[in-house]
């Protein structure tokens, strides 16, 4: 079945540490976007990535980075100029980013903590 | 950016009709009203989309108003498994054309046996 991976479900680090979560879709989706959730609250754009080799910030892109080297691969890197890194991460994917009228896939999450 | 506005928590009992309101007062002309589910530690699921005709499919409904300034998630029949936060968002059209998105808090629906 065609989805979002994103590994590992649950991610541990220390203060200081850069670290990447990982998204892959196999959905054959021009677009992907990374958002920041955090508790009791609605997603917060980080990054998206209308084609391969190209992305625009979000929201709140800083202390954030990422790539689009391949259509199927958008990892993000959380640095340690990230103020507050601990949150949920989602990576979604819709058919192109320019169609508006394309719904957006989600994988389940990436659960960040940093101590 | 456009902005939604939803009551933060609702309440239904099971296998009764649920109506979820939502405010978007600023939409522009070529933004369309998306709806998303999420259960706990999940990530969102799509649920249904419009421009301005009302909409159905196998999971909801969704009612646009003629102005386009608010909309209704109808879900016939609740069940214990629609228990989740509801998010209504518009997929903006920005000047690069991607299609960004605003989640905002959603409405917390309990349903109730």
């Known amino acids: 079945d065609g989805g979002i991976t994103q590994s590992p479900k649950y991610l541990f680090r220390k203060e200081g540490q850069n670290v990447t979560l990982s998204c892959e879709q196999n959905?054959?989706?021009?677009?992907m976007y990374w958002y920041r959730q955090d508790p009791g609250q609605g997603l917060r754009l980080i990054y998206y990535?209308?084609?391969?080799?190209?992305?625009q910030k979000g929201d709140i892109a800083e202390g954030y980075s990422v790539s689009r080297e391949k259509k199927e691969s958008f990892p993000l890197t959380v640095t340690s100029a990230q103020k507050n890194p601990t949150a949920f991460y989602l990576c979604?994917?819709?058919?192109?980013?320019?169609?508006?009228?394309?719904?957006?896939?989600f994988g389940n999450g990436t659960r960040l903590t940093v101590t | 950016d456009a902005k939604t506005t939803q009551p933060n928590s609702m309440e239904s009992n099971e296998e009764e009709p649920v109506h979820l309101p939502c405010n978007h007062s600023?939409?522009?002309?070529?933004?369309?009203i998306h709806w998303y589910r999420q259960l706990p530690s999940q990530g969102p699921e799509y649920v249904i989309h419009?421009?301005?005709s009302n909409v159905n499919n196998r999971m909801a409904s969704l009612a646009i108003a003629e102005d386009r300034k608010s909309s209704t998630l109808i879900l016939h029949r609740a069940t214990l498994r629609d228990a989740a936060v509801y998010y209504c968002?518009?997929?903006?059209?920005?000047?690069?054309?991607?299609?960004?998105?605003?989640f905002g808090d959603g409405t917390t629906l309990t349903v109730k046996p």
């Open positions: 419009g421009l301005t």
């Open positions: 968002i518009l997929r903006l059209r920005i000047v690069t054309n991607a299609g960004k998105s605003t």
């Open positions: 959905l054959n989706h021009d677009a």
């Open positions: 979604a994917s819709s058919i192109d980013g320019s169609s508006y009228n394309s719904p957006l896939h």
């Open positions: 600023t939409i522009s002309g070529t933004d369309y």
């Open positions: 990535s209308q084609i391969v080799n190209d992305f």
